[in-house]
């Protein structure tokens, strides 16, 4: 036995324009006929629970409820936006009159960040105004820079010599922001103008000056020296000043640092 299909009651007609929770209600009015239809499509006398709504769709095409379900559904459509509204797919007997399309819900604007976006630099901390004898530490520092070299811990006793505390000197060498590996450099190179030395020699040479033993290290390799000439160089000092045996001129120069195979060759081209 089939249920009868009950009367769809039309939305009455308004001139005034629909609010989008109206048309939403509207929507939701239609979906509920909808289900009635197909329901009443069924002709079930038990309606199974939990039926999901699409099941109401499966009406044999062609029938009077079938083509009302397509009526619903375009209504349906038109009215959410889905589609475009037509008058010739509009049956206001059974979906009413037209009130407008719900408008699109709007999203709000956002503004896209860059990525290269710029980070603010932190504002710079205000000079420090130096007292006098600071301002004198750093002259005097830059004075003795400009003409020698120097370790870091050298020129501080030099500006503590010079009656600089050690704070006001301390504060002076480290303002001069200089590079203690290329001072090493500089200092090696002055002591091979004047002397002579062997490679270890050199570099004790350098640590007695206040460098490390790494800088004063660079600072020694980076001359290049020719140890066997430095060690002729030696010999012939040696000889100057005084008279040796051949073996007693190379051990002495062993004492100055050199190896057995320099000393040796000094020695001998000196003569001996």
Not at 29 to 54: K, Y
Not at 64 to 78: F, R, T
Request: with cysteine; proline share 5%; net charge negative.
């Amino acid at each position: 036995m089939s249920m009868p299909m009950p009367d769809y009651t039309p939305a009455p007609a308004s001139k005034k324009k629909m609010s989008a929770g109206k048309k939403a209600g509207l929507v939701g009015g239609v979906l509920a006929g909808l289900v009635i239809i197909g329901v009443a499509a069924g002709g079930h006398d038990e309606t199974p629970t939990g039926a999901p709504v699409a099941a109401a769709t499966t009406a044999p095409t062609g029938t009077p409820n079938q083509e009302a379900i397509g009526k619903l559904q375009a209504c349906i459509e038109m009215t959410a936006g889905i589609r475009a509204y037509d008058p010739a797919l509009w049956d206001t007997t059974v979906c009413g009159e037209y009130q407008g399309g719900l408008a699109p819900t709007s999203q709000p604007a956002v503004e896209a960040t860059e990525a290269t976006e710029a980070v603010a630099e932190p504002a710079s901390e205000p000079t420090k105004e130096l007292t006098d004898s600071q301002q004198n530490a750093v002259e005097k520092a830059a004075d003795y820079l400009s003409y020698s070299s120097f370790s870091r811990s050298g020129l501080i006793k030099q500006l503590e010599f010079e009656g600089f505390s050690t704070k006001d000197a301390t504060f002076g060498v480290d303002a001069q922001k200089a590079n203690w590996n290329e001072q090493a450099v500089k200092k090696a190179a002055e002591y091979l103008d004047n002397g002579s030395f062997s490679r270890s020699g050199l570099i004790k040479q350098l640590e007695f000056e206040g460098f490390s033993t790494k800088q004063a290290t660079f600072g020694v390799d980076a001359q290049k020296a020719n140890w066997n000439e430095q060690a002729a160089k030696k010999a012939a000092e040696y000889l100057d000043n005084g008279s040796f045996s051949r073996s007693g001129l190379i051990e002495q120069l062993k004492f100055e640092g050199f190896t057995t195979g320099q000393a040796t060759y000094g020695v001998k081209k000196a003569g001996l």
